[in-house]
T-cell receptor, first 117, second 112 residues
């Protein structure tokens, strides 16, 4: 149980285009989802927290107009990287929170590797 | 803000025991989690400490001292497959039920 999927697993796009990444909780409902970005050999940097049906809360330094997050249902959140540039190339990982025995455990998706040419 | 410190890399041999330390400075602290990540993969949950003390899960144990803002992950009977990056992460309060902030990660290399 508690499986989180992401689609696509990798994507290559041209500079200036927009890319949408989907994150789904497959066997549970997630009221809260998180988006992280990870550069090679570095930590997972939290980009934003999204709750179903409300606006996402972005971390300091993350451009909300560049990284659009939509959490339309309890099982789906999307991240759209708008007007992507080579510096946006990274590994994007989503996470969904499951309330278990009073502890909010986060389960991570397999990640999406974005390469912007 | 939050800050976490853990060693960047650790090397050990098969069958050995290794301890990865993590110190943190944060406000609104709920607890300390540990995650394992193999190259190119998703982080997988290993352990969580919300209270002081030791939590044991098979070959892995985790410890927390809230008064010292310190925790560690202990890996016993190391196997080659344990070679991975290990992240400590603090769970901190926000207006949406909490969020995880990750440390920089410790790359563990297990040698034969």
């Amino acid at each position: 149980g508690a499986v989180v999927s992401q689609h696509p697993s990798w994507v290559i796009c041209k500079s200036g285009t927009s890319v949408k990444i989907e994150c789904r909780s497959l066997d549970f409902q997630a009221t809260t989802m998180f988006w992280y970005r990870q550069f090679p050999k570095q930590s997972l940097m939290l980009m934003a927290t999204s709750n179903e049906g409300s606006k996402a809360t972005y971390e300091q330094g993350v451009e909300k107009d560049k990284f659009l997050i939509n959490h339309a249902s309890l099982t789906l959140s999307t991240l759209t990287v708008t007007s992507a540039h080579p510096e946006d190339s990274s590994f994007y990982i989503c996470s969904a929170r499951l309330l278990t025995y009073g502890y909010n455990e986060q389960f991570f998706g397999p990640g999406t590797r974005l390469t912007v040419l | 803000g939050q800050s976490l410190e853990q060693p960047s890399e650790v090397t050990a041999v098969e069958g050995a025991i290794v301890q990865i330390n993590c110190t943190y400075q944060t406000s609104g602290f709920y607890g300390l989690s540990w995650y394992q990540q193999h190259d190119g993969g998703a982080p997988t949950f290993l352990s969580y400490n919300g209270l002081d003390g030791l939590e044991e899960t098979g070959r892995f144990s985790s410890f927390l001292s809230r008064s010292d803002s310190y925790g560690y992950l202990l890996l016993q009977e190391l196997q080659m497959k344990d070679s991975a990056s290990y992240f400590c992460a603090v769970r901190v309060k926000n207006n949406q039920g909490g969020k995880l902030i990750f440390g920089q990660g410790t790359e563990l290399s297990v040698k034969p």
